[in-house]
């Protein structure tokens, strides 16, 4: 997670040369896409708003009806 005095282009530039010399475009993006979703999914968690896994089994049961 991102530090009070890191910047978010700092935390781009460490993910980008933290990959291989041969990565693409693509590859890049998704890394820092993921780098993303997990800043925030560790945000949520801190910040209470998740659920049990009790409360998502029963949601996705409901998918399938």
């Given at each position: 997670?991102?530090?009070?005095?890191?910047?978010?282009?700092?935390?781009?530039?460490?993910?980008i040369q933290?990959?291989?010399?041969?990565?693409?475009?693509?590859?890049?993006?998704?890394?820092?896409?993921?780098?993303?979703?997990?800043?925030?999914?560790?945000?949520?968690?801190?910040?209470?708003?998740?659920?049990?896994?009790?409360?998502?089994?029963?949601?996705?049961?409901?998918?399938?009806?």
């Open positions: 997670m991102t530090t009070t005095h890191e910047t978010a282009r700092d935390r781009m530039i460490a993910i933290g990959q291989p010399d041969d990565s693409s475009y693509d590859e890049l993006l998704r890394e820092l896409a993921f780098a993303r979703m997990v800043e925030r999914g560790l945000a949520d968690a801190e910040a209470g708003r998740t659920i049990s896994n009790d409360e998502m089994d029963r949601r996705i049961r409901t998918w399938a009806k």
